[in-house]
């Protein structure tokens, strides 16, 4: 199986958690790509799109927005799941985002994981590996 793992991050939590995934799925054909360095036409042809960005009063980040707005998925049954972090208060999930990669033809294969971190620049919660694990194997 071939999945892509496409990241932003502000603090450095998404890259934590993409290259956390990338190790767990050591015997698979796994990418990661930041979206700050990658042209969505680059990752076509995957089996599987795991996200992961920031989230702030229910909206991802700009460039993960424009990013899934320009990508184009060829192909039938394509999976994805989605990682969010956003800080303090109630949790949200970025629907805006998730109505965008439903039209380019992505199907959602698990709830949205969502870690809270209290401030901007603290680390992920204790336990985040626990819960990686647990969406992968819903995932895969």
């Known amino acids: 199986m071939r999945i892509n793992i ?77 990682i969010t972090t956003h800080v303090g208060g109630k949790i949200s999930t970025p629907d805006e985002l998730e109505k965008m990669l439903k039209k380019n033809k992505l199907q959602k294969k698990v709830d949205t994981l969502t870690f809270k971190v209290e401030k901007k620049k603290d680390p992920l919660e204790k336990g985040y590996e626990k819960e990686l694990d647990k969406f992968l194997k819903q995932i895969i």
């Open 6 to 82: 496409i990241y932003d991050t502000k603090y450095g939590k998404g890259e934590k958690i993409s290259k956390y995934l990338e190790d767990q799925l050591e015997n698979e054909n796994v990418k990661i790509f930041s979206v700050k360095d990658t042209d969505p036409d680059y990752i076509r042809g995957a089996d599987l799109y795991i996200f992961s960005t920031p989230v702030k009063k229910g909206k991802a980040t700009k460039r993960m927005k424009k990013f899934v707005k320009n990508l184009d998925i060829d192909g039938v049954d394509v999976n994805y799941g989605l």
